[in-house]
């Protein structure tokens, strides 16, 4: 799946997204108003690790020392 929208008048961003997780794939930003008229082109693109207990453990957060942890 591919959506366009233009941010600004000058800029063009172009995003791929998975059709079934919706996840971004990639994202192509087109930019005509950059220095001396000359468009720019920036490409990212988009890879995920699997969910696996190690992958998951990185994105556990330590609250930190005078906060409290809200319920989920």
């Given at each position: 799946?591919?959506?366009?929208?233009?941010?600004?008048?000058?800029?063009?961003?172009?995003?791929?997204?998975?059709?079934?997780?919706?996840?971004?794939?990639?994202?192509?930003?087109?930019?005509?108003?950059?220095?001396?008229?000359?468009?720019?082109?920036?490409?990212?693109?988009?890879?995920?690790?699997?969910?696996?207990?190690?992958?998951?453990?990185?994105?556990?957060l330590?609250?930190?020392?005078?906060?409290?942890?809200?319920?989920?």
């Amino acid at each position: 799946m591919e959506i366009s929208a233009p941010a600004t008048p000058t800029l063009r961003v172009l995003l791929w997204v998975d059709a079934q997780t919706y996840l971004p794939l990639r994202q192509v930003k087109l930019d005509s108003g950059a220095t001396n008229y000359q468009e720019t082109r920036k490409v990212y693109d988009y890879q995920f690790l699997p969910a696996t207990p190690a992958n998951l453990a990185t994105l556990t957060l330590t609250v930190p020392r005078g906060y409290k942890q809200a319920p989920s």
